[in-house]
């Protein structure tokens, strides 16, 4: 697995304007997908990125908070993961993609 290239202006600093799916005092929830291969098919399903809350700006969570639960849920994936996406500034922008390998 590896990080998607970050955009030439980013700054790890920086929160994420991710869309949430819940929020409340102790954690956001950010909205994402995951592509993976599971028995020789392809899959995708949408699932929650849950930050605490101490790890955000507000409702934004901060970019290292973000990647390390996109990472938990990489590594809990039931077959090959793909790719893991969120809803980044009202785009999909992707989190983590498999390393393809060539022979």
């Not at 899959?43 to 908070?65: F, K, M, N, Q, T």
């Amino acid at each position: 697995m590896t990080p998607a290239p970050a955009h030439p202006d980013f700054r790890p600093s920086h929160c994420v304007n991710a869309e949430l799916l819940l929020s409340t005092p102790l954690t956001v929830v950010v909205r994402a997908r995951l592509s993976f291969i599971v028995d020789g098919r392809a899959e995708v399903r949408e699932i929650a990125l849950v930050i605490p809350r101490s790890r955000c700006e507000g409702d934004h969570p901060y970019w290292p908070a973000l990647l390390s639960a996109a990472t938990e849920h990489w590594h809990r994936c039931p077959g090959s993961a793909r790719e893991l996406a969120a809803n980044v500034d009202g785009e999909w922008q992707t989190l983590l993609t498999a390393q393809t390998t060539t022979h």
